[in-house]
């Protein structure tokens, strides 16, 4: 089983960047393919984007392409989202989620099986 805790969450201005951090503890990180997903109040959870065990294989949703990027560190443990040109239409609580290792990336919720707590991430306009 594996425990996640994402940080780098905040306040930022219409336009500009924040990376969001996904610490993997408890078991062998590169088991998993990782995701990143999001929540605004009052709507359902959402795939943002996802990455296969080996980092070889990545997929966004359409509404972040071309703004995020989703990365990760086998050696660190740790998953990445680096998010420019931000909008306020971003603004959500942002969790990663580990998904068994398979060869593409599944953007359903119920396809993983571990959650970290989630950070907010708020873009003013």
């Known amino acids: 089983q594996v425990q996640l805790v994402e940080s780098g969450g905040g306040l930022v201005q219409a336009g500009g960047s924040l990376r969001l951090s996904c610490a993997a503890s408890?078991?062998?990180?590169?088991?998993?393919?990782m995701g990143w997903f999001r929540q605004a109040p009052g709507r359902e959870r959402e795939f943002v984007a996802g990455i296969t065990y080996g980092g070889g294989v990545t997929d966004y949703a359409d509404s972040v392409k071309g703004r995020f990027t989703i990365s990760r560190d086998n050696a660190k443990n740790t998953v990445y989202l680096q998010m420019n040109s931000l909008k306020p239409d971003d603004t959500a609580v942002y969790y990663c989620?580990?998904?068994?290792?398979?060869?593409?990336?599944?953007?359903?919720?119920?396809?993983?099986?571990?959650w970290g707590q989630g950070t907010q991430v708020t873009v003013s306009s």
């Open positions: 408890g078991s062998t990180f590169s088991r998993y393919n």
């Open positions: 989620a580990a998904d068994w290792r398979i060869q593409y990336v599944r953007v359903g919720v119920s396809s993983y099986d571990f």
